[in-house]
């Protein structure tokens, strides 16, 4: 067994010891009770608002792609999308998805070095608008209801403020020269130069800032889409509390979710949302179903990601086998 394959099994038991022992701590009699009373009618506006989270999602990508002469049409984007995102889910890595995205567009384009390193910088930017927009709601959050968060905040702001300068660091062209100063030794390595060129790729966009700005601020709106949509669930679940809440709980929750530890945020993100929740006055009952019924939501709203991939699957060889009858 590879090391990828047990990290994929221990995310599995992680997530399934956490929705096990929070069903015997909220009880499963009132977790079916909750979710059995469920308004169906607003579920569309779940789905609707998700997937215009999702289309931003792959318009930013979009963007990034077409600044390197690389013109994907939109439909296309978007369904590799769905696809590397309903994967990533399931697979041991937590880059299975990214993995996924770049290897079908490759399959298409034959350009590895920029589609990878487009996906590398929608990655970091992405992560860092969340981060940016999150900071002032965990500021504001202390104040509103009176939670101490100032190991938690002081922690997070840190990890931030470092990781935010090695990005900017990133894109300094000196670490190139000094790479080929001091690293002249590992030059002719084939793994080593498939790095460099990506680097380079990477190191390109510096060059597009006014891409990477719009990026910016597509990000910024792409946030409260989720938030919007979970906001929903609330709402068909009967849990009547402020949006503002919503605004201010679940930026935080995105952001501690994405730590790699289980399956698809699975046990964590319902943790979080009872821990939050909490101090608004909702019972840790609602709180795990907003965040289980959430979570189920995106799977099933992503689920046609993996009826693109079993079409590919199925039409990919054939379309290598007439391209090469052609060529012959």
């Known amino acids: 067994m590879n090391r990828q394959s047990i990290s994929f099994y221990l995310r599995v038991l992680i997530s399934v010891s956490l929705i096990v022992f929070l069903l015997f701590w909220v009880r499963a009699t009132n977790l079916i009770t909750i979710i059995s009373s469920i308004k169906i009618y607003y579920l569309p506006l779940f789905f609707v608002l998700s997937f215009l989270d999702r289309s931003l999602m792959a318009y ?57 390193s487009s996906v590398i910088v929608e990655r970091l930017l992405g992560f860092f608008s969340l ?131 289980s399956l698809s945020g699975l046990g964590i993100q319902e943790g979080l949302f009872i821990y939050f929740f909490s101090f608004v006055g909702v019972t840790p009952a609602n709180a795990f179903s907003l965040g289980l019924v959430a979570n189920l939501l995106n799977i099933i709203f992503l689920s046609p990601g993996g009826i693109f991939f079993l079409i590919d699957l199925y039409y990919s060889p054939r379309k290598e086998l007439q391209l090469e009858r052609a060529i012959t």
């Open 131 to 261: 981060i940016i927009f999150a900071i002032p709601c965990m500021l504001i959050l202390g104040k509103m209801v009176s939670i101490d968060m100032g190991g938690i905040f002081l922690t997070i702001l840190g990890v931030s403020l470092i990781l935010l300068i090695l990005f900017f660091l990133s894109f300094n062209r000196s670490l190139i020269t000094l790479m080929e100063r001091y690293l002249y030794f590992l030059q002719g390595i084939r793994l080593v130069e498939k790095a460099r060129q990506f680097y380079v790729s990477y190191l390109e966009y510096i060059t597009h800032k006014r891409t990477l700005a719009v990026f910016c601020i597509l990000s910024f709106i792409e946030v409260l889409l989720p938030i919007f949509a979970i906001f929903v669930v609330a709402l068909a679940l009967n849990i009547q509390i402020s949006l503002v809440y919503f605004l201010l709980f679940i930026p935080f929750i995105l952001v501690l979710s994405r730590v790699p530890i």
């Open 60 to 116: 930013k990508w979009g963007l990034l792609l077409k600044a390197k002469g690389m013109n994907f049409s939109f439909l296309k984007i978007l369904k590799v999308y769905y696809i590397g995102t309903f994967l990533g889910s399931f697979l041991p890595s937590t880059i299975g998805g990214d993995i996924i995205k770049i290897s079908n567009l490759n399959r298409d384009l034959k350009n590895l070095r920029d589609i990878t």
